[in-house]
C-alpha cells in the first residue's frame, strides 16, 4: 500500500501499518484539524491529524534510516525501524477536538495516547510484531508507546526521532504542512539537509553534524514565525477560546475523559454539529462584538497580573507549559519557547487597562 502526500509524495506502507491505519481511532483522525479553529483566520488550514501522522511515519523513516546507514553494525534495526513508524502513527491518536485547542482547560493530549496503551488498544497489532521480530507483546508495547510520547527509551535516540524539539520528525512535518496549507512561507526548512546531518553521539543520543547546523537554526526560526503568525495569532487564540469551552462541556456531559470509547467518537464535525447547543459561544464565534480579546504579555508580567486580575470576573489568564534544557552538538543548548502568557477578556475596559 502507498499514499500520496502533497509534503513527501508516495508513502509506502506495510500490512501492520496498513491495518493500523484502517482502525477507528486512527479514522478519527482524518476528522480532526491539524490547526483547529485556525480555519476562521487561514481558510486552507483544514488539514489534518492523519495527513500528519503519515508525514511524521515518513520524516522519522527518514531520519532512522540515515543512522543505519551510518551504524551498519547494529543489531536489531529492522525491529527498532518497525516500532518507529508505529510510535510515529500513533503519537497523536488521543488528540482532543480541535487539536490542541481544549487544552486550555484540559490535561494534554498525550493523556488519552497513553490510555490507549494502558487499556490494550494496540496489542493485537503488537502481537503480530513480536512474532516477526521475536519479542513479547508486551515488550513491543512499551517501546512504542515510549517512541510515541517522547519518553526514554533504549537506544536513547529512539524517542528523540519524533518528539526531539530542534529536529524531531513531528516538529519537521507539522511546520511543512501547515505553511503549505496556510500560505505561509516561514514554515519551509531544508528537510533533506537536515536529515544528511543527523548523527548518534557515543550515548545513543541524536546529534547534528556542524553542515547541518544552518538547517536546525533555519527550523528553529520558522517554528518562532509560525508561532507569531499562525498558532499565536490573537485571532486563532481568540476562537479557540470559546471552542475550548464548547469542547470541554461536551467531553464532561457524556463522559468521555473516563471512557476511551466515548471519547474516540467524538470529532470536530460533532463539535461543530453541537455548537447550537451552546448559544453564547455560537454568537461569539460568528460575531467579533461577543468574542473575547487574547492579549499576549510577556512572563515577567505574570505576578502583576495575577494580583491584579486573578479573581476578576471575565478575565481569564493561561501559562503555557515552560520549555526545557536540550542537546545539541554534545553542549547543552536551552531552546528558548517564547515567554509569554494569554489573557482573555470580552471586558473592552479591562482589555485596555492590560494593555496599558
Known sequence: MQIFDPIHNFI????????????????????????????HVYPGVTHTRFSHSIGVMHVATLLFDQLAVKEAEKEHWAYYRQAVRLGALLHDVGHYPLSHTVELFLPKHEVMVNKTFALGVWDPLFSEVAKIYKKECGEVSRLVRSIALG??????????????????????DYLLRDSLYSGLSYGKIDLHQLV???RLDQENRLGISASGLPSVEALLLARHWMHERLYQHRRVRSYAFHYAK??????MQRGALE?????????????????????DEEKA???????????????????????????????????PTQTSMTFLEG?????????????????????????S
Not at 491495518?19 to 485556525?38: D, E, K, S, T
Open 12 to 39: 509506502p506502507f506495510n500490512a501492520i501499518e496498513e491495518q493500523l491505519l484502517a482502525h477507528p481511532f486512527m479514522v478519527r483522525l482524518v476528522h480532526i484539524y491539524q490547526c483547529g479553529p485556525a480555519f
Open 151 to 172: 519518553e526514554p527509551t533504549e537506544p536513547y535516540f529512539l524517542s528523540q526521532l519524533i518528539a526531539d524539539p530542534h529536529f524531531g520528525a513531528d516538529r519537521i
Open 196 to 198: 544528511r546531518s543527523v
Open 246 to 251: 464548547v469542547v470541554k462541556q461536551i467531553l
Open 259 to 279: 471512557d476511551l470509547q466515548t471519547f474516540m467518537k467524538i470529532n470536530d464535525h460533532h463539535i461543530f454539529a453541537s455548537l447550537k447547543d451552546f448559544p
Open 285 to 319: 464565534i460568528q460575531d467579533p462584538q461577543f468574542r473575547v480579546q487574547a492579549y499576549k504579555c510577556s512572563i515577567d508580567k505574570l505576578a502583576e497580573v495575577k494580583k491584579n486580575y486573578e479573581n476578576t470576573k471575565n478575565v481569564w489568564i493561561d501559562v
Open 331 to 355: 553542549q547543552k543548548v536551552r531552546l528558548e519557547g517564547e515567554e509569554i502568557f494569554w489573557i482573555y477578556t470580552d471586558q473592552k475596559e479591562l482589555f485596555e487597562s492590560i494593555q
